[in-house]
């Protein structure tokens, strides 16, 4: 990816509200094409946590100057990173990140040991 792409993810309040959400944290994002829904839904997961939200599909929900699953489906791999950047009461700001895999989920099992005791 030559350019910055951000998503918005939602739907977190099904599953662990925003606490896995804290600025800077890093999200595995995964592309779903069996979902019965959505043929272009991406899931957004934790290891040892699971699911915590989708990357928005439909307009009603993605964020201004963010790009929905659709929009992104076929510039990303099957398992690709997110940033967050942004929390609202509805919505989380997320740029997609370029680093290596092995780096990001070093980061990522980093930030789940410290967080605050959301993680059971």
């Not at 019965?36 to 991406?42: C, G, P, V």
């Amino acid at each position: 990816m030559d350019e910055n792409m951000y998503i918005t993810v939602t739907g977190f309040s099904h599953y662990y509200g925003r606490k896995p959400f804290a600025i800077g944290n890093v999200l595995v994002c995964v592309k779903d094409p069996s979902n019965k829904y959505d043929s272009e839904a991406i899931v957004t997961r934790l290891p040892i946590i699971g699911q915590v939200g989708f990357v928005a599909n439909n307009m009603q929900y993605v964020a201004g100057g963010t790009m929905s699953a659709g929009r992104i489906y076929d510039k990303v791999e099957d398992k690709f990173y997110a940033r967050v950047l942004f929390t609202t009461q509805s919505k989380i700001i997320c740029r997609i990140e370029n680093g290596s895999d092995e780096e990001l989920e070093k980061e990522i099992q980093t930030q789940l040991m410290q967080s605050e005791g959301w993680v059971q």
